[in-house]
């Protein structure tokens, strides 16, 4: 995705550039998924912030593209039910507030690469590995391959400009100290989030049921348990379950459908015992979920026409669906400093700094609530991280019943606005105040999707029904 959306950004310089996409995967015709994203097959959502960077960036929609090819387009306000960690659900209010996308990554992949390609034919795909920079500490002139499917492409390939943009198993810590770059500060937080994840055909009747969050708790000190209900393409619910270190769902069928009917909430397991499994479960773990940070933008030094993208930079638990809105962010922070020239002064630098922004952006919101769970590796609670935590408690649990808490939560969560925005004066009155409307411990369904619960529910308590029913 990142790539993808760094190409789309190089597209758009004047004079026009030459541009080569390079991936070690051999990547599919159709909407497919691959080995290079371990976490292609679980909940992925594509944030307000995020999706409006994407427009930007393309001549054409691809919010329109996306919902053509069957994604949903889910509303913040009214669209959901979601369950907060201690404090009931979420108010469904008249007003939609932003929206995010839903569908499979594997969807939004080859719609964004479909309408790149379409929008850039000069756009040029290669599978190949890159081994390492070429160039000096000063600047960066090109990169070092090999295994490239198609022998044109020799050892070397020259560049005016590198964007590593290659996820989270970057080798561009390695690369730079080849070229004489040491010293980039890291950190890294790691919950031991599993996931495990289901596809379901979604039952006659429950076409329109919104997407439901069982929210996992960091407070109470035990591992976080959670699970989500999301609409995707081709009539499926995309069911993913998560669990922090010591609460990790388990794989098989049976398992993973007693797993969602014991959180606090059995809803999500009401849900899925009366709908058809069109999948076994997949699971996913260790690195593949945890957050990590090259503070590249601190580096005392750092070579001209050389930056980093996406997961590259830094990565995110995906249990809070940031990651691929802060690689298109970050792309559209490339195409702003493009206009000053290819060859600009101080170009990667300002980039990466603009970028870095908006890691910070999501970095707060992850880190804050993972390091509250047991067993966490890679350091304890600050008193800062203390703090946070505590402010966003108060602010979720007035959210669940004030339309302005609950605003400027959305606007954060979704990209479209900096930490800064819930700490406004009205948000910060609400957050003390507590909710305006009485919390409830029930989901705010409407009598339409009550009978679909209800239906479901019944129908799979059945003698010998059950969601672990044989993949077709």
């Not at 159709?30 to 290079?36: E, I, L, Q, S």
């Not at 976490?39 to 427009?55: D, F, I, K, N, T």
């Not at 950190?187 to 069982?214: C, H, K, M, Q, W």
């Not at 249990?319 to 000053?340: H, K």
Request: with cysteine; charged share 20%.
């Amino acid at each position: 995705m990142a790539g993808l959306l760094a190409a789309a950004a190089l597209s758009r310089a004047e004079p026009a550039l030459q541009v080569h996409l390079l991936d070690q995967d051999e990547l599919p015709q159709d909407p497919a998924n691959r080995r290079g994203v371990p976490q292609g097959r679980h909940a992925h959502l594509l944030m307000a912030g995020g999706l409006s960077a994407m427009e930007s960036l393309l001549p054409v929609s691809v919010r329109d593209r996306l919902l053509k090819a069957g994604a949903h387009e889910v509303a913040f306000g009214n669209g959901m039910l979601a369950l907060t960690p201690d404090s009931g659900w979420f108010h469904r209010w008249r007003r939609d507030g932003p929206h995010m996308i839903t569908c499979t990554r594997a969807l939004l992949e080859w719609v964004l690469r479909q309408a790149l390609l379409e929008c850039h034919p000069d756009i040029s795909i290669h599978q190949a590995t890159v081994d390492g920079l070429l160039g000096d500490a000063q600047r960066v002139r090109g990169v070092r391959i090999s295994g490239a499917a198609d022998p044109r492409l020799g050892p070397e390939l020259e560049a005016d400009l590198v964007v590593d943009a290659s996820g989270r198993g970057s080798g561009s810590l390695k690369w730079l100290h080849d070229i004489g770059i040491t010293g980039i500060e890291e950190r890294n937080i790691d919950s031991g989030l599993t996931n495990a994840t289901r596809i379901y055909r979604i039952p006659a009747g429950a076409e329109s049921f919104p997407l439901t969050l069982v929210q996992a708790n960091p407070y109470n000190g035990r591992p976080g348990r959670s699970a989500m209900v999301l609409p995707i393409e081709g009539n499926r619910w995309m069911v993913s379950a998560g669990g922090t270190r010591g609460g990790e769902p388990p794989a098989d069928p049976e398992g993973f459908l007693e797993y969602t009917l014991n959180l606090p909430h059995p809803i999500v397991g009401h849900l899925i015992r009366g709908a058809e499994a069109l999948t076994d479960v997949v699971v996913s773990r260790g690195r593949s979920t945890s957050n990590g940070r090259r503070y590249f933008e601190k580096s005392v030094r750092w070579p001209e026409r050389f930056v980093t993208l996406g997961d590259a930079l830094a990565t995110f638990n995906p249990a809070y669906g940031q990651g691929m809105s802060v690689a298109a962010l970050g792309a559209q922070v490339l195409a702003r400093e493009l206009r000053g020239g290819l060859t600009s002064p101080g170009l990667s630098r300002r980039v990466l700094r603009g970028a870095a922004r908006h890691v910070d952006m999501a970095w707060s919101t992850a880190v804050a609530m993972d390091v509250l769970y047991p067993g966490v590796a890679g350091g304890e609670p600050a008193f800062t991280d203390r703090l946070a935590a505590w402010y966003t408690r108060r602010l979720t649990r007035a959210a669940t019943g004030s339309f302005d808490a609950a605003a400027a939560l959305w606007d954060v969560t979704g990209l479209t606005a900096p930490p800064a925005r819930v700490l406004r004066p009205k948000v910060v009155l609400a957050a003390l105040n507590g909710p305006a409307l009485s919390p409830t411990f029930e989901p705010p369904l409407r009598p339409s999707e009550r009978e679909v619960l209800d239906r479901l529910e019944k129908s799979g308590a059945q003698p010998g029904a059950s969601g672990a029913s044989r993949p077709r």
